[in-house]
């Protein structure tokens, strides 16, 4: 094998590099989503309790998404308390 067969250190080095943005880029998406979804626990405070009842939630329920950490979308808590109720 010569050395033009070899990728040099360099050219390896920057393929490495091109891949280190997309898991950042994803978690930086993740992060921007369970902001924005902590945006709509705000706005299901809102409704009234017959309101959330319709969709099977309660306060308790937002409260509990609400102190999910940073990094945890509060909605997927929700979806999953509200599935539970439809189904017991």
Not at 18 to 39: H, K
């Amino acid at each position: 094998m010569s050395v033009l067969d070899r990728p040099s250190s360099a050219l390896a080095a920057g393929r490495r590099a091109a891949l280190v943005p997309a898991p950042i880029a994803g978690t930086l998406r993740g992060l921007a989503r369970a902001v924005a979804n902590r945006r709509q626990i705000d706005r299901l405070r809102a409704l009234t309790d017959r309101g959330l009842a319709d969709i099977g939630l309660t306060r308790l329920d937002l409260d509990f998404a609400g102190r999910a950490p940073l990094g945890v979308d509060p909605t997927l808590r929700l979806a999953c308390v509200a599935r539970e109720r439809a189904h017991s």
